[in-house]
């Protein structure tokens, strides 16, 4: 399903990993098709409530658990920047799709990185 929010199709997800380094791109491409999928399901669902964005936000934050072994073999690691930009673009998720109230902690609260 093509995502149909514009400002979502005009950002730059994860943009501060792309500029470092040490975040290896073909990593950080798989967390921003995470996001991208969130924004999906976002669309395809339409969470009528807060609780209901967060059943999807734990999904996503779940997968970026699983990447958090693929940073960790290309020698990098979701460490502080990664943290924060990863936490940013899910609050800026929310926030597009009407959730502006979003607590940005609850967002990844399923979080082990």
Same mark, same amino acid.
């Not at 199709?9 to 792309?18: K, N, P, V």
């Not at 967390?31 to 669309?43: D, K, Q, S």
């Not at 699983?66 to 943290?83: C, D, K, N």
């Given at each position: 399903? @093509?995502?149909?929010?514009?400002?979502? /199709?005009? $950002?730059?997800?994860?943009?501060?990993?792309?500029?470092?380094? $040490? !975040? @290896? %791109?073909?990593?950080?491409?798989?967390?921003? +098709?995470?996001?991208?999928?969130?924004?999906?399901?976002?669309?395809?669902?339409? @969470?009528? %409530? =807060?609780?209901?964005?967060?059943?999807? /936000?734990?999904?996503?934050?779940?997968? !970026?658990?699983? =990447?958090? +072994?693929? !940073? #960790?073999?290309?020698?990098?690691?979701?460490? /502080?920047? *990664?943290? &924060? &930009?990863? *936490? #940013?673009?899910?609050?800026?998720?929310?926030?597009? $799709?009407?959730?502006?109230? *979003?607590? /940005? &902690?609850?967002?990844?609260? +399923?979080?082990?990185?």
């Amino acid at each position: 399903m @093509p995502i149909t929010n514009q400002q979502v /199709t005009e $950002y730059a997800f994860l943009q501060q990993l792309y500029a470092d380094e $040490y !975040f @290896p %791109d073909h990593v950080v491409d798989k967390g921003r +098709a995470i996001l991208l999928r969130l924004c999906e399901r976002i669309e395809a669902v339409r @969470p009528a %409530d =807060l609780s209901a964005l967060y059943v999807l /936000t734990e999904a996503a934050t779940e997968e !970026f658990n699983l =990447l958090e +072994a693929e !940073f #960790e073999a290309a020698g990098s690691e979701i460490e /502080t920047v *990664a943290r &924060e &930009e990863i *936490a #940013e673009d899910f609050w800026f998720v929310a926030s597009v $799709y009407g959730f502006s109230g *979003a607590d /940005t &902690e609850e967002l990844i609260a +399923a979080r082990d990185w």
